[in-house]
């Protein structure tokens, strides 16, 4: 099975930088996913990461190291819209094809 | 404009109804998933579809069922089989299965 874990909650101030970890454990690891999600709506898609090393879009980052199973999420000039839940998603390898699992998401509040 | 779609937004269902959620994609993809979302749970995979007239179980597809007849479409049947249907339903989509599965607005399900 899989095990993934991050953050329930987390608060920081508009215009920081905030960093949200996800570490995972899985058999037959190809990817990793960073979505986001605001209240009531559908998780909109923000990086993937297969490789280990940082990758970069904009004011996110995400970055993975696949020996330690780890992942994070980096928000820079952080703006009010950017409070919503942010979810990692891992996705394995199986005898029935590839599968994505989600953690259960950190919600993050921007605060002034 | 190419996109996920779902109907309805709010869905009502009486005890003992079956009920049936619909997801259409113009998007070309060939694979086609449905999640469950609880608050304070992660995405549950329900039911998945890598082609046309063939599905696989999720994680958690008792009380649920799916047909594949078309690779635009992927309804999903909540039965009275499902005892705890109330729940956010999210279909996504993804050009192979071994791609970026990208979401549609959601269905709200509420038991009456």
């Known amino acids: 099975g899989q095990n993934i874990d991050q953050p329930t909650e987390m608060t920081a101030t508009e215009g920081a930088i905030v960093q949200i970890n996800c570490t995972y454990q899985t058999s037959g690891f190809n990817g990793l996913f960073w979505y986001q999600q605001h209240a009531g709506e559908a998780p909109t898609f923000l990086s993937y990461n297969v490789l280990d090393g940082l990758e970069e879009k904009g004011r996110f980052s995400s970055f993975l190291s696949r020996s330690k199973g780890y992942s994070y999420l980096l928000l820079k000039e952080l703006q009010m819209k950017d409070s919503a839940s942010y979810l990692c998603?891992?996705?394995?390898?199986?005898?029935?094809?590839?599968?994505?699992?989600f953690g259960t998401g950190t919600q993050l509040k921007v605060e002034l | 404009d190419g996109g996920i779609t779902q109907s309805p937004k709010y869905l009502f269902r009486k005890e003992g109804q079956n009920v049936t959620l619909s997801c259409e994609q113009n998007?070309?993809?060939?694979?086609m998933y449905w999640y469950r979302q609880d608050p304070g749970q992660g995405l549950r995979l329900i039911y998945y579809?890598?082609?046309?007239?063939?599905?696989q179980k999720g994680d958690i597809a008792e009380g649920y069922s799916v047909s594949r007849e078309k690779k635009e479409s992927f309804p999903l049947t909540v039965t009275s089989a499902q005892k705890n249907p109330t729940a956010f339903y999210l279909c996504?989509?993804?050009?192979?299965?071994?791609?970026?599965?990208?979401f549609g607005p959601g269905t709200r399900l509420l038991v009456l």
């Open positions: 996504a989509s993804s050009k192979q299965g071994q791609e970026t599965q990208y």
């Open positions: 579809s890598q082609i046309v007239n063939d599905f």
């Open positions: 998603a891992v996705r394995a390898f199986t005898g029935g094809g590839n599968k994505l699992t």
């Open positions: 998007l070309n993809h060939d694979a």
